[in-house]
Nanobody
Framework: QVQLVESGGGLVQPGGSLRLSCTAS????????MGWFRQAPGKEREFVAA????????YYSDSVKGRFVISSGNARTTVYLQMNSLKSEDTAAYYC???????????????????WGQGTQVTVDY
């Protein structure tokens, strides 16, 4: 079992920045992925960003590309999400996820991940 703990959420004004962190109790697997999803009230959980460990490449949803940056620590047990130019539509609960063997086609699908954090709230408002 892998435990994931997120931190860094909060209230920020539109145009501002926040940095989320997620720390895993251990590596989920060398061929999987680790990333972020978000869920706003009344909406389905949606992909935000992820890093695949086999190629160390980042993947982003179109809605955050150019504004958010995902990065990882050396031990591959920590991922960060730097969120810039935040908009009101970014308001959601953000969940960290880790997959032990996430295949490429499932990188942006919640079903591609085995472990989930409890979530951290991000609210973009005045």
């Amino acid at each position: 079992q892998v435990q994931l703990v997120e931190s860094g959420g909060g209230l920020v004004q539109p145009g501002g920045s926040l940095r989320l962190s997620c720390t895993a109790s251990r590596r989920a697997g060398s061929s999987g992925a680790m990333g972020w999803f978000r869920q706003a009230p009344g909406k389905e959980r949606e992909f935000v960003a992820a890093i695949r460990w086999n190629n160390n490449r980042p993947y982003y949803s179109d809605s955050v590309k150019g504004r958010f940056v995902i990065s990882s620590g050396n031990a591959r047990t920590t991922v960060y999400l730097q969120m810039n130019s935040l908009k009101s539509e970014d308001t959601a609960a953000y969940y960290c996820a880790a997959g032990s063997g996430t295949i490429l086609s499932m990188t942006s699908n919640p079903r591609g991940y085995d472990y989930w954090g409890q979530g951290t709230q991000v609210t973009v408002d005045y």
